[in-house]
């Protein structure tokens, strides 16, 4: 049985826990940081040091978040295998969110208080990222989180390597403009990133003279899209922006499909789904429709070609790369730079460090922004191929400075 399909059977839909998890606007920020000191049982005095992976391995966002935890395992075999950090060889200690937001906090809440990790890779969901959030701030440790996200947060805690809004959305919104799309049919999962998208996006809609033809939720892991479907047919929209997540999107596009919809009348712009996910839903399904990431596979660069030899050699050559994975190893090598830089692990010599923090990644040069933990990227939008591989067919050119509270857009202004 192949990888993606054993993936597919052990991602069995699991109930998520999203009560409480507030939406935050442009106008208040979410940097709820508390400035904590709470002591660190870092062990600096033995020759190895310990950092977290913390990622779903299994439910229905193992589909994405395997290949992340590998991603991540080559960063530290290829550090590790280049001296270490600071003279000390770098120790993974593994863990499983489950698809679950609470198994995510008590897991991040393990490897700082009982493994005495000295950072943590990990999460995929705003909510996952949203349930550990508290605990690293109250712990007073580091997460480096790898994956694009809806923006409006920021945290003394947390490193997003990751796309924030203007770096993803906003610019394939920008795209779609520009190719005359006039109106859209929003379709995502039932949680925080979904619907915090979705409002910028409506937000972007009003002030650019785009229609909003409807808006639909559906749990994650919902595998029905019968009737999802049939109302994105009967609206007749310019083009889909689907925030699903997970494996749901494997049922969205098999019933897209069946129901006779083609990227060519009605394409769809996914910022869920990457290469790792096209083998699971089947390129013949995603032939033509779009995606908007920051990296993929076939980015034309001696880092990636170097990074892409390097993925397949350790996890076989038929595994693609993706941009949530590249993102997760760029943000370990982010961290040893910085520790490096720093001289310290120590979690407020890692902050003070931070600005200006550089890494030749494959995706290009991505800087950490030292005011918002954000890191610079550039915004690409590409096209799903029949091979299998996503082709870039419009890119920002530069690397775009990380907005997560979209301060310099008139239009976002009234978000909440």
Known sequence: MSDSRVLRALAVPTAVALAGLLLTGCGARDDASTGSTAASCVDTTKDTIKVG?????????????????????????????????????????????????????????????????????????????????????????????????????????????????????????????????????????????????????????????????????????????????????????????????????????????????????????????AEEEVVGIGADRLAGQLTAWNYYQTVDSPANKKFVADYKAAFGADKPTSDPMEAAYASVFLWKNTVEKAKSFAVADIQAAADGVSFEAPEGTVTIDGSNHHVTKVARIGEIRPDGLIYTVWDSGKAITPDPYLKSYEWAKGLK
């Open 53 to 273: 992976s913390l990622h779903s391995l299994s439910g229905t966002m193992a589909i994405s978040e395997v290949t992340v935890a590998n991603s991540t395992k080559l960063a530290v075999d290829q550090i590790n295998a280049a001296g270490g950090v600071l003279g000390k060889k770098i120790e993974i200690v593994p863990e499983d969110g489950a698809s679950d937001p609470k198994t995510f906090a008590e897991k991040a809440e393990k490897l700082i208080s009982s493994d005495c990790v000295a950072a943590v890779f990990g999460g995929w969901t705003s909510s996952s990222r949203k349930a550990m959030k508290p605990k690293f701030e109250s712990l007073n440790s580091l997460l480096y989180y790898p994956v694009q996200y809806e923006g409006l947060e920021d945290s003394k805690n947390i490193f997003y390597t990751g796309a924030t809004t203007n770096q993803q959305i906003v610019p394939a919104l920008d795209y779609l403009k520009q190719k005359g799309i006039t109106s859209l049919y929003l379709v995502g999962s039932d949680y925080v990133f979904p619907q915090t998208a979705n409002r910028e996006i409506r937000a972007y809609a009003a002030a650019n003279g785009i229609e909003i033809k409807g808006e639909d939720y559906t749990p994650l892991g919902s595998t029905d899209f019968s009737t999802i479907v049939n109302k994105v047919r009967t609206a007749k929209a310019g083009a889909v922006f689907n925030t699903l997540n997970g494996d749901s999107n494997v049922a969205f596009f098999r019933e897209y499909s069946n129901a006779g919809l083609k990227a060519a009348e009605m394409p769809v712009v996914s910022v869920s789904i």
